[in-house]
């Protein structure tokens, strides 16, 4: 359904992403995006991570401001808890990812969203991270999402745009399957 004839408004231009569609189908180099995050050691485990720009569209992007993250461990590690961790930083970028495709979803399929809240969860044993037993994961065991949306939709309508968030999640594929990590020291 056309923008101009929906009577769903969740604040998501999907007539401009569809169009986007489109014409990356007739220039698809234009479609690799660069993604970047620079990242200053502060002080123990305290860190701030800096996102200014992105490659797209075939040239360099400046976000409209610089957005910084303070990243450090809780004091129950023995540190000074001065930033969300970053297994934290991890389920905020999915929960953000797959709340947004919610939105978008909703708007396309004309769907009036009155709220959506999503909360993760994440299970983890840090003895594998503190080097206490090499068999133990150092990462998260399993993520739970539970949604709670309040939507002018049925029960299987709102189950379809969370399905349909998940299967176009960059994140939730980031998360979800291996992702090759090159790491060089210069």
């Known amino acids: 359904m056309a923008e101009s004839e929906s009577?769903?408004?969740?604040?998501?231009?999907?007539?401009?992403?569809?169009?986007?569609?489109?014409?990356?189908?007739d220039a698809?180099?234009?479609?690799?995006?660069?993604?970047?995050?620079?990242?200053?050691?502060?002080d123990g485990t305290f860190s701030q991570s800096t996102v200014e720009g992105y490659f797209g569209l075939?040239?360099?992007?400046?976000?409209?401001?610089?957005?910084?993250?303070?990243?450090?461990?809780?004091a129950v590690f023995a540190s000074e808890d001065r930033g969300a961790t970053p297994v934290e930083y991890v389920l905020v970028?999915?929960?953000?990812?797959?709340?947004?495709?919610?939105?978008?979803?909703?708007?396309?399929?004309?769907?009036q969203l009155r709220s959506v809240t999503s909360t993760l969860e994440d299970g983890m044993d840090i003895q594998g991270?503190?080097?206490?037993?090499?068999?133990?994961?150092?990462?998260?065991?399993?993520?739970?999402?539970?949604?709670?949306?309040?939507?002018?939709?049925?029960?299987?309508?709102?189950?379809a745009l969370v399905a349909q968030s998940q299967k176009r999640s960059a994140v939730y594929d980031i998360v979800t399957n291996p992702t090759?990590?090159?790491v060089e020291v210069n």
């Open 7 to 25: 009577t769903a408004n969740n604040g998501v231009n999907v007539e401009a992403l569809l169009g986007a569609r489109v014409a990356l189908a």
């Open 28 to 42: 698809p180099e234009a479609a690799k995006f660069t993604w970047s995050a620079s990242c200053e050691w502060k």
């Open 58 to 74: 075939g040239e360099n992007h400046k976000h409209k401001t610089t957005f910084k993250f303070d990243a450090d461990h809780p």
């Open 93 to 111: 970028g999915l929960a953000s990812c797959l709340t947004a495709g919610i939105a978008a979803v909703a708007q396309n399929r004309d769907i």
């Open 129 to 159: 991270i503190l080097g206490m037993d090499s068999d133990i994961r150092n990462g998260f065991d399993g993520i739970k999402v539970s949604y709670k949306i309040d939507a002018d939709a049925s029960q299987k309508d709102i189950e």
């Open 180 to 182: 090759n990590v090159t």
